[in-house]
């Protein structure tokens, strides 16, 4: 079935550096990727969706300035944590759809720790 | 906006009782509805779905029905097993193919 990956899965950076997480669809093309991120014990909250070949729609409350979203071909999307902060630690899980009305498959998710 | 409710949780149900998680959905449109599961330390996982108004969705023994009536999507099962401890979470997938999710419930199941 189509797999979606994350890289990295676990990430650990100092307070103020950039860091950035790839999300690729392994075998099908996604013109549209979505970006959640997910506190501990808590929902998945949408933060953008990503547009392959155009800007990236935020939700609102997410700074888009702080969450950089690049979704450079159909089959990767990138999100950069911007001079990240203790509190942007989370687990972030990106999504892709196989279709137009296909399946939604979810990778597996990039744990974030700011320190 | 579109939102998803859900019962909150912890659930904490002895092997081989009923369960039920309720949740109800306010969307514009016609949404398809989502069960999902996450295992401890796991990605979420679809339990399964339903496209359309009285569809029945079911998978593992879990089954769900969308109620349109109601806006309602509760999730059953007649006989949980201590395998079924994780964290369910409903979710509606909007018109543009964004998924919001309700809260999630916890559930462990006791031997």
């Known amino acids: 079935g189509a797999v979606v990956s994350q890289h990295p899965s676990w990430v650990i950076c100092k307070s103020g550096t950039s860091v950035k997480i790839e999300c690729r669809s392994l075998?099908?093309?996604?013109?549209?990727m979505f970006w959640y991120r997910q506190f501990p014990k808590q929902s998945l909250m949408l933060m953008a969706t990503?547009?392959?070949?155009?800007?990236?729609?935020?939700e609102q409350g997410v700074e888009k300035d702080k969450f950089l979203i690049n979704h450079a071909s159909l089959t990767l999307s990138t999100l950069t944590v911007t001079s990240a902060h203790p509190e942007d630690s989370s687990f972030y899980i990106c999504?892709?759809?196989?279709?137009?009305?296909?399946?939604?498959?979810f990778g597996p998710g990039t744990r974030l720790l700011v320190l | 906006g579109d939102s998803v409710t859900q019962m909150e949780g912890p659930v904490t149900l002895s092997e081989e009782a009923f369960l039920t998680i309720n949740c109800t959905y306010t969307?514009?449109?016609?949404?398809?509805l989502f069960w999902y599961v996450q295992y401890p330390g796991e990605g979420l996982q679809l339990l399964l779905k339903?496209?359309?108004?009285?569809d029945k969705g079911s998978n593992k023994g879990f089954e769900a029905t969308y109620r349109k009536e109601t806006t309602s999507f509760h999730l059953e099962k007649g006989s949980v097993q201590v395998s079924d401890s994780a964290v369910y979470f409903c979710?509606?997938?909007?018109?543009?193919?964004?998924?919001?999710f309700g809260t999630g419930t916890s559930l462990t199941v006791i031997p």
């Open positions: 999504s892709a759809n196989s279709g137009l009305a296909g399946t939604q498959y």
């Open positions: 979710a509606l997938r909007a018109t543009g193919n964004q998924f919001y």
């Open positions: 969307a514009t449109g016609y949404p398809s």
């Open positions: 339903a496209t359309k108004a009285d």
């Open positions: 990503s547009n392959e070949g155009s800007k990236a729609t935020y």
């Open positions: 075998d099908f093309q996604a013109t549209t």
